[in-house]
Nanobody, 130 residues
């Protein structure tokens, strides 16, 4: 059973930083896009950032552009989300996701559509206090 495990969440003051990590249990994901999503209480899960298999393509939600950076280390089967200048509205459970629905080794593929992702982690809580 392939698994994705997030870590790095926590409580931080507004303006602070956190780095989330997502470790994949299987090297299969090295050749596919991965992404981060988040879900705040009472809201739907929303796209945050995505990255192609080799980092050649990235996409960000408008709300996090310029503050968050997604990256990956395929040798470590890990994807990261560096979050700077955090705001209280960034408070949510953050989920790592992977998709194998498209072709492998597509440098231009970094999907934003939640329905394209077929593997999910359990999430890590990020709380930003004002």
């Amino acid at each position: 059973q392939v698994q994705l495990a997030e870590s790095g969440g926590g409580l931080v003051q507004a303006g602070g930083s956190l780095r989330l990590s997502c470790a994949a249990s299987d090297r299969t994901f090295r050749s596919y896009p991965m992404g981060w999503f988040r879900q705040a209480p009472g809201k739907e899960r929303e796209f945050v950032a995505a990255i192609s298999w080799n980092g050649g393509s990235t996409h960000y939600a408008d709300s996090v552009k310029g503050r968050f950076t997604i990256s990956r280390d395929n040798a470590e089967n890990t994807v990261y989300l560096q979050m700077n200048s955090l705001k209280p509205e960034d408070t949510a459970v953050y989920y790592c996701a992977a998709t194998t629905r498209g072709g492998a080794y597509d440098s231009g593929s970094s999907p934003r559509n939640i329905y394209e992702y077929n593997y999910w982690g359990r999430g890590t809580q990020v709380t930003v206090s004002s």
